[in-house]
T-cell receptor
Framework: KAGVTQTPRYLIKTRGQQVTLSCSPI?????VSWYQQTPGQGLQFLFE???????NKGNFPGRFSGRQFSNSRSEMNVSTLELGDSALYLC???????????FGPGTRLLVL | AQSVTQPDIHITVSEGASLELRCNYS??????LFWYVQSPGQGLQLLLK??????LVQGIKGFEAEFKRSQSSFNLRKPSVHWSDAAEYFC????????????FGTGTRLAVRP
């Protein structure tokens, strides 16, 4: 099976702009999660979607949002970008039943 | 709130030497436990997972981990390290709430001496 794919892999934006990141899960996986990774804060949970519904949400401001489509593909959006949003954004999919998360390669976002 | 502690930020071992990376968790019940590895510029790869049963878990790439309930630990081991094992290793827990939500430790960066 193909792994989790994320697009784009790299992105440069300026403060105040918005950005949309895309994630395609492993075929058959219905759960998709997003994590932010920074040197200072480490890996932090953003949100999780299952069957197009947000099932869990982390402690991030409302500027961070996401959605999941009927084919399980997911997008996350960050509006009004701040310098501190520069990070590696990782998407993961899961087969459920605590099968563990399978991560994509990430999207590296740089906000200038 | 649950937490995951990886006390070693950086470890250096010689190629061929054994390795043990420490992980402790703080949680009322035994959560699901995982180890992930991340190579530079890459995503995270699942090495192994513990749900229940046998406390010694085998994973990929020759890694194993032992769950010790009395110590709230889930240490990762490898008997003989290869240069390609140089990477960052993350311990993670799933508190068994609805859905899939992992709490990660801060990671241990492994360097391998030739």
């Amino acid at each position: 099976k193909a792994g989790v794919t994320q697009t784009p892999r790299y992105l440069i934006k300026t403060r105040g702009q918005q950005v949309t990141l895309s994630c395609s899960p492993i075929s058959g996986h219905r759960s998709v999660s997003w994590y932010q990774q920074t040197p200072g804060q480490g890996l932090q949970f953003l949100f999780e979607y299952f069957s197009e519904t947000q099932r869990n949400k982390g402690n991030f401001p409302g500027r961070f949002s996401g959605r999941q489509f009927s084919n399980s593909r997911s997008e996350m959006n960050v509006s009004t970008l701040e310098l501190g949003d520069s990070a590696l954004y990782l998407c993961a999919s899961s087969p459920g039943l605590a099968g563990g998360l399978y991560f994509g390669p990430g999207t590296r976002l740089l906000v200038l | 709130a649950q937490s995951v502690t990886q006390p070693d930020i950086h470890i250096t071992v010689s190629e061929g030497a054994s390795l043990e990376l420490r992980c402790n968790y703080s949680y009322g019940a035994t959560p699901y436990l995982f180890w992930y590895v991340q190579s530079p510029g890459q995503g995270l790869q699942l090495l192994l997972k513990y749900f229940s049963g046998d406390t010694l878990v085998q994973g990929i790439k020759g890694f194993e981990a032992e769950f010790k309930r009395s110590q709230s630990s889930f240490n990762l081991r490898k008997p003989s390290v290869h240069w390609s094992d140089a990477a960052e290793y993350f311990c993670a827990v799933d508190e068994k709430s609805s859905g899939d939500k992992l709490t990660f430790g801060t990671g241990t960066r492994l360097a391998v001496r030739p």
